[in-house]
Structures are given as C-alpha cells and as structure tokens.
C-alpha cells in the first residue's frame, strides 16, 4: 500500500476513493479508508455477485436499506455502490438485481449520499429505475461509461457526473472518446476501476490508482486543453459530488 500511495504522489494524485462491491469485502474496503487519511469508501454490493454466489451470498440475497444506511454512517463512507444493472455478464431472470439497485438509491436517498452506478447492455432499464426510485434526488456518478452519448445526457439531466476510465485511451474506444468529447469538463471525472483496464501505455497490467493520470491526459487530448485543466476540473468535481470527502495534503 505504501508503494501504491508513493506512486500516486509522484503522478500527482491526491486522493482515491475505495469502491465497495460485496458486503463480505467491504471491512477491508472500509478499513483502508480508515487508515489513510486521503483514501475514501463507498458502501454497496455490485451487480454482477449475484445471490448465492460467495460467502456474504445470504445476506446479499436479502440485503436492506437499513444494512446500507448502517455502514454509510462513518464519516469516511462517501457514496451508496457500486450498484445497478449489468444484463451483459448476467442473464435469466434478474429481477433480484432491479430489486438491490432500488434497495441501494433508497439508501441513498435516506442517507443523502450519492450513488456510484454501474450499467451494463441495460440503459433502458437503469435510467427507468432511476427515475422511479428518484435518483436524482442524490445524485452520483455513472462510473466506468461505456454507453452511449444520448444515456450520457440522460444522466447528466438527472444530476449525474460521467466518470471515464483506462478505455478511453484504447485505440479502438472510438464511440467512448465520442462521448468523452461530449460531456462537460464540470461534469466529468476519471477512475482507474483498478485493478482493471489499466491505460495505455500499460494495457493488460495491473491498474492502480497513479495510472489515472493517463486518463487524465487522454480526456485533456479528447478537449483540446491543457492537462492542468482536467486535473482541476477532475479534483473539482470530485468533492462537489462526494461532500463528505474534505482535502489532504496527506499523500505520502
């Protein structure tokens, strides 16, 4: 962890916010935000770890507003998710799966913080949930967007931010630089989705949270303007929409 934190103050990287996607892994989630005093958590339970599936799988299937609402109180916990619909890794009847993302926007909006969401090869279905349960209440973030320019601007009229990840500078990624273009600098941020979609120049490595940078640069390329007013508008935005996140100069 601490060649991970040197790193980040080499690149420039100030903070990270810690992405919780089961129940069962969110102590250590939690507890990284805990130690460090620039690292952040979010609490929810990601699409894909469908009930049954891993040790936490009983209380997952039946997972509450008030379990959520419980572990958003420490002030370190700065969003609800990752959560949503993801009908590309899933397939059946996934009811089970619109039932936990109402569950996660209605610990949101109990909690008045906002949502980290995930949507997979289910546009219709997400922006219809999130306009029934009144996501936009709270807003949050669409994270890692992959989907296109008109589900961007849907988004975006609901008071979400669009986060971009390591795809962005992929050289076949034409419909996502597209988008990118698109969406404005005060509503943008980037995400590593470590250990994921690591960027070029380090496709196929493991992702970690200095490597943002990279994405940083290729959305400051996609804008025609200068790196620093990404990184600016990025750090911006970030603690406009997590306002429980305050700055630090605690990097190393």
């Avoid at 370190?76 to 998710?81: D, E, M, N, T, Y």
């Avoid at 899933?90 to 949101?108: K, V, Y």
């Avoid at 989907?147 to 419909?175: C, D, H, P, Q, W």
């Amino acid at each position: 962890m601490e060649n991970i934190r040197a790193e980040m103050a080499t690149q420039g990287v100030t903070h990270a916010l810690c992405v919780s996607v089961s129940l069962s892994g969110w102590e250590k989630v939690h507890n990284l935000a805990q130690n460090y005093d620039n690292f952040y958590a979010s609490v929810g339970v990601h699409p894909d770890h469908e009930p049954g599936a891993d040790a936490d799988a009983d209380t997952e299937q039946i997972l509450t507003v008030s379990e959520l609402v419980l572990r958003a109180q420490n002030p370190k916990v700065v969003a609800i998710g990752e959560t949503g619909l993801d009908y590309y890794r899933l397939c059946g009847d996934l009811e089970w799966q619109r039932d936990r993302f109402r569950t996660h926007i209605r610990a949101a909006r109990e909690t008045g913080l906002p949502l980290i969401i995930h949507t997979r090869e289910a546009a219709q279905d997400t922006l219809a949930i999130m306009r029934e349960e009144g996501a936009q209440q709270v807003g949050g973030v669409m994270h890692c967007f992959t989907e296109s320019a008109e589900m961007a601007e849907a988004a975006l009229r609901m008071n979400f931010y669009i986060s971009f990840s390591g795809i962005v500078t992929f050289k076949n990624a034409i419909a996502i630089k597209d988008v990118t273009r698109r969406v404005p600098l005060d509503r943008l941020l980037v995400e590593t989705d470590a250990p994921y979609l690591a960027p070029v120049p380090f496709r196929g490595k493991i992702n970690h949270p200095a490597l943002v940078r990279y994405v940083a640069e290729e959305v400051a390329r996609l804008h025609a303007v200068e790196f620093d007013a990404v990184a600016e508008a990025t750090t911006r935005n970030f603690f406009a929409l997590f306002r429980r996140a305050s700055y630090s100069n605690n990097i190393v």
